[in-house]
Each structure stands twice: as C-alpha cells, then as structure tokens.
C-alpha cells in the first residue's frame, strides 16, 4: 500500500494526495506483477504520474489454471476443457478493449496465459483545498487528520491482494520526485535525493513490508 501523508499549510490548505497506482490496475480483476512507477510533484500541487510493466488478470488465470487441472485429471471431457479457456479469453479480450479504449492508457498487450504489458499515465492537483481527480475512479481513501493534516491511501495494496493465492512474484519499483522549494518533513525512502531535484526511491516485494511514505509541505503560492 502506497501512503501519503499530507500537513496543512497555515492557511489549512491539503497538500498533495498521491494518486499513484491507477484504478484500472488495481481492481480486482487485475493483479500487478513487475512494475515501475513514478510520480512528479510541482510546487502548486499539481502533479503527474506513469507506470508500466506487466500485470495478471486473475479472472483469466484461476480459469485456465482450473481448466488445466481438470483436463490432467479427466474430470472434464476435452471440449469442455477448450470451452472454459476460450470463455477465460474472451472475458481477458473483453476487458482488454475497453482498457485500450481509457485515455490513459498508452498502450496494453496481452503476452499469453492471462498476462498483459502496459503503459499508463494520468495527472491531477490541489485547488481551493480540495483534491481533484482527473480519473474516472478516485483510487484514494483519505481522512482528516488532528492539526489539519490529510492522511491518504491507495484502496488497494502494491502488492496485489491475489498475488500469494496465484503464486506470482510481485516486484515494483517506486520514484516520487518533488519541485524545489517543496520540505519533506519524513519519509522512509529506501534511497534519497543526492542533489536537489533528485528522487525518493522505494522497492517493492512483499505485502508485509512498510508501506513507502512521504509526509511534505508545499511551497506558499
């Protein structure tokens, strides 16, 4: 789960809220595999974001998988067995071409056995004190902090919540770079800037690490 935290200003104003990992991937239809993921922070509050690697449509794995063990184990009659895996196809082509149809995605392509590459990207900033979201689906939860801070978090974990069932590697890797004059007050960065205008750094493997963080001011406009 990526998390952000956000102190107010003196004028109370929310900072960021970090929409990195894009909903459409993070269904639960979807599961990221291998992925790199990198965020643009201005001094105004807007923002960019893009990632791009691989990911499992689980609907379309537990399907195959199922139909290969029932034709090892001759519990379904061979046409059966092409049946379920043309249907699992059908439903990963289905969701495929209304996912190329959304506007940030670049481009996605199906590499067999119910896997998929993709590039994506999306943008979107702070006005007025509230978050506004360019994305059809706000894939942030948020709540108002004590002191008017806005503590934020992506609704479903980096790494996906079927990735142990399906067995699959998660691995990602995550790059928050941040405009002069914005203060990062913490973080837990695996790497950090070594000059100015460098990037937080964070590499992710297990469901059970640390959830990266950063917890910053923006600049007075």
Same mark, same amino acid.
């Given at each position: ?13 929310? $900072? ?7 909903? $459409? ?7 990221? +595999? ?11 509050? &807007? ?15 537990? =399907?195959?998988?199922? =139909? ?8 379904? #009659?061979?046409?059966?067995?092409? /049946? ?11 969701? $495929?071409?209304? $996912?190329? #149809? ?7 392509? &199906? ?11 999306? /943008? ?24 008017? &801070?806005?503590?934020?978090?992506? #609704? ?6 079927? =990735? +142990? ?14 405009? +002069? ?41």
């Amino acid at each position: 789960m990526f998390r952000l935290k956000a102190r107010a200003l003196p004028r109370r104003l929310p $900072l960021l809220a970090l929409v990195l990992l894009l909903p $459409l991937f993070l269904q639960g239809c979807w599961t990221l +595999e291998h992925y790199s993921a990198r965020v643009r922070i201005e001094a105004d509050g &807007s923002y960019k974001y893009s990632i791009e690697g691989s990911a499992v449509h689980t609907a379309t794995v537990f =399907a195959l998988r199922r =139909a290969e063990y029932d034709a090892r184990t001759g519990k379904s #009659k061979p046409e059966d067995v092409k /049946k379920m895996k043309g249907d699992a196809e059908a439903k990963l082509s289905k969701d $495929l071409e209304m $996912l190329s #149809k959304d506007p940030r995605v670049a481009s996605i392509t &199906s590499t067999g056995g119910g896997r998929v590459r993709f590039m994506a990207s999306g /943008k979107g900033s702070i006005a007025g004190g509230e978050i506004i979201f360019q994305e059809r689906d706000a894939p942030l939860s948020y709540a108002q902090a004590p002191g008017g &801070s806005l503590s934020v978090r992506v #609704k479903d974990a980096v790494v996906g919540r079927n =990735a +142990e069932t399906l067995g699959i590697k998660v691995e990602g890797d995550v790059t928050v770079t941040l405009a +002069e004059g914005i203060q990062v007050l913490e973080h837990n960065a695996m790497k950090t800037p070594t000059v100015p205008g460098g990037a937080y750094r964070w590499h992710i493997e297990s469901p059970a690490g640390p959830a990266p963080h950063l917890v910053i001011r923006l600049p007075k406009q």
